[in-house]
């Protein structure tokens, strides 16, 4: 089965710039979205396919995605973005269709 | 708005079953894939099941597989996931999940609150 991996934390200090990765095999043929899980609370999309961004999600989120590793950035790191972040892809490479999420990479903001 | 309420979470002994429901809103429900995705206490994301649009395609994670069963009532805009021979490690909130159309075809755009199930003795 496919496998997603994701560094478990991540620490940025206020106003700076936060790289969280997902790596895979070959992950840049895939299609790669992320989700915001702040404690306690739903998941929220954040970015999808690759680098979209949804309505009402700040500019200061962005992703790219090539080769074995996908990457979401986040500028002018705030208070607020402190949460767990999912990178997940739809694998249509096992024996049928899957959604596969990465472990999850907590950012902590100092 | 799209609203997505998940219920019918609880406490269940091992070998036990549940159906848990959600309830969907603020959108055309039956032109919609859906999912069900669970997290353990403390843990990450897990995939549950899926179904297409038109109910003609279900798929089901190796952990379930044979022992839940999505569905949907597009009468009560509702989907469903009857879960049988429960087992500890099915502890978990589960999440309701809708699948876009047109730009977020194929995208997991929104999620519900979640429903909390405990298996235990």
């Known amino acids: 089965s496919y496998v997603l991996t994701q560094p478990p934390s991540v620490s940025v200090a ?8 997902c790596g895979g095999n070959n992950i840049g043929s895939k299609s790669v979205h992320w989700c915001q899980q702040r404690p306690g609370q739903a998941p929220v999309l954040v970015v999808y396919d690759d680098s979209d961004r949804p309505s009402g999600i700040p ?3 962005s992703g790219s995605n090539s080769g074995n590793t996908a990457t979401l950035t986040i500028n002018r790191v705030e208070a607020g973005d402190e949460a767990d972040y999912y990178c997940h892809v739809w ?3 096992s024996d049928h269709p899957t959604w596969v999420f990465g472990g999850g990479t ?3 903001v100092l | 708005e799209v609203q997505l309420v998940e219920s019918g979470g609880g406490l269940v002994q091992p070998g036990g079953s549940l159906r848990l ?6 959108f055309i429900f039956n032109t919609q894939s859906m999912n069900w995705v669970r997290q ?3 843990k990450g994301l897990e995939w549950v099941s899926f179904i297409s649009s038109t109910d003609s395609v279900i798929y089901y994670a190796n952990s ?5 069963t999505i569905s949907r009532d597009r009468a009560k805009n509702s989907l469903y996931l009857q879960m049988n021979s429960l087992r500890v490690d099915d502890t978990a909130i589960y999440y309701c999940a809708r699948e876009g159309s047109g730009t977020y075809y194929n995208v997991i755009d929104y999620w519900g609150q979640g ?4 298996v235990s003795s």
């Open chain 1, 106 to 108: 907590k950012l902590t």
């Open chain 1, 91 to 93: 694998d249509t490479t």
């Open chain 2, 40 to 42: 353990a206490p403390g």
């Open chain 2, 64 to 68: 379930v597989k044979g022992r839940f």
């Open chain 1, 14 to 21: 206020p106003g700076q710039t936060a790289k969280i990765t």
């Open chain 2, 21 to 26: 429901s959600c309830a969907a809103s603020g």
């Open chain 1, 59 to 61: 500019e200061r989120f």
């Open chain 2, 115 to 118: 429903t909390l199930v405990t």
